[in-house]
């Protein structure tokens, strides 16, 4: 009777610790790793011709958690954020919404007159929030924009296309030394990363991960 009980507790606990395994290994795990150039568009009309500019972009990927019997489910609603601090304390930008790269732009064609012009579509930006990060996929968050030639950079995210040349002036960066941080939320935990940026003027930002 005794042997009888005590193999029935050990199927029960055996049981529950192969669920636990199962639903450890399918958990998403959310990494964001250092922005890089992800393009450079050069056609950019400005005088006195097309004007280059540099799109800084951090990966988000889902990745298999250690010892995982098998990969992970979607991390779904995935939400990013952006906050940008001067090294000396003077500056502070954000938080604010990230943009997904995989998202459309939040523009719509509408004719005016004879022209064909683009308009801010508040729909695209409100829906564009979010977006489901699978394990085969990394996406990409853009995070900052510079000119060829210009000494400031901006951050950047869906609401800079108010702006001509997507610059916000209240998200201006000028030359110097930042941390920027960069936060994704997702339905089952959170991952946050810091990094470092250097604007050397006319030379494109360099970002550099920021120890911690």
């Not at 853009?142 to 000119?147: D, I, R």
Request: hydrophobic share 45%.
């Amino acid at each position: 009777m005794e042997a009888l009980l005590l193999g029935f507790v050990l199927g029960i606990a055996a049981s529950v610790a192969a669920a636990w395994l199962v639903e450890y290994g399918a958990r998403p795990q959310i990494v964001v790793t250092p922005p890089a150039v992800w393009g450079v568009q050069s056609s950019y009309p400005g005088p006195p011709g097309p004007v280059g500019v540099l799109f800084f972009h951090a990966r988000v990927s889902n990745v298999r958690r250690r010892l995982a019997l098998l990969g992970p489910r979607p991390a779904w609603a995935c939400h990013a954020s952006l906050e940008i601090e001067a090294e000396d304390g003077s500056l502070k930008l954000g938080p604010v919404d990230g943009r997904w790269a995989a998202h459309p732009e939040p523009v719509a064609p509408a004719t005016i007159g004879v022209h064909s012009v683009l308009l801010i579509d508040p729909g695209k930006i409100l829906a564009g929030r979010t977006i489901d990060v699978h394990s085969h996929t990394p996406l990409e968050v853009g995070t900052l924009l510079k000119f060829a030639g210009e000494n400031d950079c901006y951050l950047f995210n869906d609401h800079s296309y108010y702006f001509p040349q997507w610059k916000n002036p209240a998200w201006r960066l000028p030359p110097g030394s930042y941390r920027l941080t960069v936060t994704i939320a997702y339905e089952s935990g959170s991952a946050v990363r810091r990094f470092r940026i250097v604007n050397a003027g006319n030379s494109s930002p360099t970002l550099v991960l920021q120890e911690t």
